[in-house]
T-cell receptor, first 115, second 114 residues
């Protein structure tokens, strides 16, 4: 596609429910990043995928968070048993190759609200 | 570990006035430094970047930033602000000496008064 696509753009859920957020990176981009943007907290790194390598999960805040990337393309971020503190904008980004932060393309994000 | 500090949460300027947004970083080697802008409802867009060489870098939309190693700073400037510059601005650091995964600051919200 022309850009990084994220869906849904908005998600409202009840505390305790599971949610799935989707990211479609730019075609051919091997590196994919998930960040979380909380009010006043900036962008917090969550997880990084690069090709077929094991993902860097060092930023995931708890074991309720997981992500997968199928076929080296689409990625899904799953949050289980959501809590109110999970409310944030979840941003996905991709780049053609690793280490190309200057060529990082961001999606518009998914606004998650946990009631 | 690499980190970025943006000390100003909000900055308010009048249209036509000059602007400087502060960014300080912590990094173990020569950093790659970036400024991104996030307009309301939009994704992040790269304004400019520093890798090496000339410490004054020019970006899009009339922005520039200066890398000062002695101060561990990479402040963003614009000589005359337009109302359309109102947005959230993020400084980021990354590179081969640390992590290629960019670390972002918490952002500075720019408010422009007419």
């Amino acid at each position: 596609g022309a850009g990084v696509s994220q869906s849904p753009s908005n998600k409202v859920t009840e505390k305790g429910k599971d949610v799935e957020l989707r990211c479609d990176p730019i075609s051919g981009h091997t590196a994919l990043y998930w960040y979380r943007q909380s009010l006043g907290q900036g962008l917090e790194f969550l997880i990084y995928f690069q090709g077929n390598s094991a993902p860097d999960k060092s930023g995931l805040p708890s074991d309720r968070f997981s992500a997968e990337r199928t076929g080296g393309s689409v990625s899904t971020l799953t949050i289980q048993r959501t809590q109110q503190e999970d409310s944030a904008v979840y941003l996905c980004a991709s780049s053609l190759a690793p280490g190309q932060a200057e060529k990082l393309f961001f999606g518009s994000g998914t606004q998650l609200s946990v009631l | 570990a690499q980190s970025v500090t943006q000390p100003d949460i909000h900055i308010t300027v009048s249209e036509g006035a000059s602007l400087e947004l502060r960014c300080n970083y912590s990094y173990g080697a020569t950093p790659y430094l970036f400024w991104y802008v996030q307009s309301p409802g939009q994704g992040l867009q790269l304004l400019l970047k520093y890798f090496s060489g000339d410490t004054l870098v020019q970006g899009i939309k009339g922005f520039e930033a200066e890398f000062k190693r002695s101060q561990s700073s990479f402040n963003l400037r614009k000589p005359s602000v337009h109302w359309s510059d109102a947005a959230e601005y993020f400084c980021a650091v990354g590179g081969p000496g640390g992590s290629y995964i960019p670390t972002f600051g918490r952002g500075t919200s720019l408010i422009v008064h007419p």
